[in-house]
């Protein structure tokens, strides 16, 4: 059957790669555009945000460990007390100026990239029916495939990350959390669903003065751990 | 635990999952980018938290006027190539509007080149075309821009591939998890199937979803055709989990 615009359906439309040239559209300015708008995602925590302000210094490889030099990638997260500056979460961020989500975009010469930002607090998972704590259990026919258990706790600061880039079909989920955030990160009922042999590709080396290091693995050995979410 | 569990939001609404039988897999050889590219791994599952069913806002303050005009939005006359009006809604899964949400283009110009400092094809920059617009959908979900149809290009995958005239399309919902970029392509274009970009899709009808159709109800008398394009987000389940208390 032909499907035709117009007609009611509710099938979800497809993704497609970003291409090469993302940077029009994404970030103007990154592309070599003079004269455009602002940068949207280019100020993440606005200027009078507590807490401690880093910068995640970081690059994607591809299999072959060369840089992906075209890769963009979007940063959402919490503010200092954990809350999102969104219509979704009922608690909100109280910060002014806090907006929580960003994009860089790899250097074209060096696959750098960098995100200035403040660092998130921890996030609650505050449903109990939804727990993610210790003790949830699978539930047959839930997709969460995490059921009913102590609940509560909270999720390790961290930042959720979205990759896009040319030969990337779809974009690709992962988190960045923080390896000097010890305590948080054992009690993290995020970071125990993850194979303990892989939890080190989604921490962030701290290297002083603010200064983050976290490297994204599109394949290969030491692989990130990409998300279905 | 029971303290600060009674203190506790309840969470926002799960989304419906991803149609996977839809979306393209990571790896699809015959785009040759992705063999280098595409995770091995599988996908690790997990379950809609306040991180993913939250996600940036945007307002009136982010856009610019003629952000969504990309006649004129770039240069000081008139961008070469055949004026077009590219239009549509963005639904849910459930077939619901979804307002307010930030949709970026970006494109080729009508000779198939990118102003991007990337891009070296040696068809002709316009000087009064950029290629980039964005806007805010309106509150029953619809969005419309003017531009140029971009023409088709070569790229180097294999000896002889070319893209069909596209427009890449960047859309949020109300989820980090609903984040979507893809591509609109023109019905009729004859390098549609010829595309292993487009083929990484095994379903037709999922592609068929990608082709904005002629819309002549749209079309502006002595000015400009245009071309409805519909975009479909998961959205969120009808009923929320109920938030159960400790102990009830």
Redesign the interface.
């Known amino acids: ?6 007609a ?19 970030m ?1 300015r990154a ?3 003079e ?4 940068e ?2 280019a100020d993440i925590a606005g200027p009078d945000a507590p807490g401690q302000r880093i910068s995640v210094q970081g690059m994607v490889l ?3 460990g ?1 840089p ?1 030099r ?1 890769a963009v990638v ?1 940063s ?1 997260q ?1 503010d200092p007390d954990g809350r ?8 909100g961020s109280t910060v002014a100026g806090f ?3 960003g994009r860089v975009a790899a250097d ?1 010469a060096t696959g750098l990239f960098t995100i200035r930002t403040v660092k998130p607090g921890s ?8 727990g ?1 704590g210790p003790g949830s259990v699978p539930v047959p026919g839930l ?4 059921g ?1 258990g ?3 706790g909270a ?1 390790a600061p ?1 930042l ?1 990350l ?1 990759i ?10 992962t ?1 960045m959390l923080f390896a000097d955030e010890e305590a948080a990160n054992a009690a993290c009922p ?1 970071l125990a ?3 303990p042999a892989r939890r080190d590709t989604l921490l962030a080396r701290a290297e002083g003065d603010g200064v983050y290091r976290f490297t994204i693995r ?3 050995p030491g ?7 | 635990m029971s303290a600060p569990l009674r203190n506790a939001p309840v969470q926002p609404a799960p989304l419906l999952p991803t149609d996977w039988g839809v979306q393209p897999p990571a790896l699809t050889p015959a785009y040759r980018t992705t063999v280098l590219r595409a995770p091995q791994r599988p996908l690790v599952a997990v379950p809609g938290t306040l991180t993913e069913l939250t996600g940036p806002a945007f307002g009136d303050a982010d856009i610019a006027p003629g952000d969504d005009d990309l006649l004129v939005n770039y240069g000081e006359g008139d961008p070469i190539g055949e004026r077009i009006v590219l239009h549509g809604r963005v639904l849910d899964g459930m077939a619901r509007a979804v307002p307010d949400t930030l949709v970026e283009i970006w494109q080729a110009n009508a000779a198939g080149r990118y102003r991007h400092r990337n891009d070296s094809y040696l068809a002709p920059l316009d000087p009064n075309f950029g290629g980039c617009g964005r806007t805010l959908t309106g509150a029953d979900g619809s969005y419309a821009f003017r531009t140029v149809r971009p023409g088709p290009y070569p790229w180097p995958n294999g000896p002889n591939s070319w893209r069909p005239a596209h427009v890449h399309f960047s859309v949020f919902g109300t989820a980090f998890a609903e984040r979507l970029i893809t591509q609109l392509y023109f019905e009729g274009d004859p390098l549609i199937p010829l595309c292993p970009i487009v083929d990484s899709i095994a379903d037709p009808a999922a592609v068929a979803r990608l082709t904005a159709v002629l819309d002549m109800d749209a079309a502006v008398p002595m000015d400009a055709l245009a071309y409805r394009f519909d975009i479909v987000l998961r959205g969120r389940r009808a009923t929320p989990f109920e938030s159960r208390m400790e102990g009830t």
């Open positions: 059957m032909v499907h035709r615009f117009g009611a359906t509710h099938g979800q439309t497809p993704s497609q790669t970003a291409g090469p040239y993302v940077h029009i559209g994404l103007p592309a070599g555009f004269g455009f708008g602002g949207i995602g591809d299999g072959a060369e992906v075209d979007e959402w919490a999102y500056a969104s219509a979704a979460d009922p608690r907006r929580g989500y074209f996030v609650p998972v505050p449903v109990p029916g939804l993610l997709r969460s495939g995490w009913p102590p609940g509560g999720m961290h959720a979205w896009v880039a040319r030969g990337i079909n779809i974009g690709l989920h988190r995020f669903r993850i194979d599109l394949q290969g692989e990130t751990v990409f998300l279905e979410v």
